[in-house]
């Protein structure tokens, strides 16, 4: 599933012109290899509570694997581990999409918002964030784990249940926000149809989402370095599982097929450490090579050994050997983030 030299369609109509997300073309690397730049100091990032929410426990399940805890509702499935470690973990994350759309929540150009879905909430953070900035609006927060903080602003609603059956809203939506949900469902078409249905008229669908599909433009990513093998058995695994990994770049024409229009799809690199001599993206590489490094063991975990068959022991050894791929500046390597925004027609 790792590219060298990909070919690439520029996908950038419509993007504002006050943003820099979208950039595309090669980035040049920077000659200096010093890694100070990685400093332990800067990775720390202060864990936001958040403690278990009393809604309809007796339909939550939490089971331990490895030590890590995983969450399912109903019997659906979950490949990342939702334990504090994780739930710190993806906030950090949220703020690295929140530095990628230039410090916004959102890109779709929003007006009269009235009800707001978060779907695939999480600890709530973007949902929390958005709330606050929209008083006016009523907004509701889904997820299968009942992880997210109970003191949450008094228009905020969390909500548990599963995205991948019938939704049963009383009431459509003017925005439905989805982020980092690449290998939550099984059914990628089907969401986004329910999206769609579950829109108001001249309402706005938004996904921000990486393509966990590794990428170099200039041959420095040798075929067989562990981050290429990571990324392949990730997909193997991925699809072992029925959670295909490849559809992020897929959503545009699934959102043309269920109906919307005015379909804006903004890629923007995300480095996999500072290599880049790029001071946006150089910044931006930091906090993405943390963000892989902390996620090295719960991104494989379930997928490697339920599906892969590996021991625990096996997981850990070859997460360092990953661990030490995203410190090699040599490697001028990236994934591609994705917002992807349209509207549902009058």
Request: aromatic residues 12%.
């Amino acid at each position: 599933m790792a590219t060298n030299n990909p070919n690439e369609e520029d996908r950038l109509s419509a993007a504002s012109d006050e943003l820099e997300v979208g950039d595309t073309a090669p980035l040049e690397p920077d000659t200096n290899n010093d890694d100070s730049d990685f400093d332990d100091g800067d990775s720390a990032i202060e864990s936001l509570a958040s403690s278990t929410a009393s809604i309809r426990e007796d339909l939550i399940k939490e089971i331990k694997l490895h030590g890590r805890g995983y969450t399912g509702y109903m019997e659906a499935k979950y490949l990342l581990p939702m334990d504090e470690e994780e739930r710190e973990r993806c906030d950090f994350q949220h703020h690295i999409v929140w530095l990628t759309i230039n410090q916004k929540l959102n890109l779709a150009p929003l007006k009269h918002i009235n009800r707001v879905l978060d779907a695939g909430c999480g600890t709530g953070i973007w949902a929390i964030d958005f709330a606050d900035a929209h008083p006016e609006t009523e907004v509701i927060g889904v997820d299968l784990a009942p992880v997210q903080p109970h003191n949450v602003p008094p228009n905020l609603n969390f909500e548990i249940d599963d995205l991948e059956q019938d939704w049963t809203f009383s009431r459509k939506f003017d925005y439905i926000h989805s982020q980092m949900m690449c290998g939550a469902f099984k059914d990628w078409p089907r969401y986004i149809k329910q999206c769609y249905e579950f829109l108001e008229p001249n309402g706005y669908f938004e996904l921000q989402d990486l393509d966990v599909v590794i990428r170099c433009d200039d041959g420095s990513m040798p075929s067989n370095s562990t981050i290429v093998r990571w990324h392949n058995y990730m997909h193997d695994g991925a699809n072992k599982a029925g959670f295909p990994l490849d559809q992020i770049p897929k959503v545009e024409g699934m959102m043309r097929d269920a109906g919307f229009v005015d379909i804006v799809a903004i890629p923007t690199k995300w480095p996999i450490n500072t290599w880049p001599k790029d001071k946006r993206f150089k910044e931006i590489g930091k906090w993405v090579s943390e963000n892989f490094n902390w996620g090295a063991e719960s991104m494989t975990l379930a997928i490697y050994t339920n599906f892969l068959g590996w021991s625990i022991d096996e997981v850990r050894v070859f997460a360092a050997a990953f661990r030490a791929d995203l410190r090699n500046k040599k490697l001028h390597a990236y994934w591609n983030f994705w917002v992807i925004y349209g509207r549902k027609p009058e």
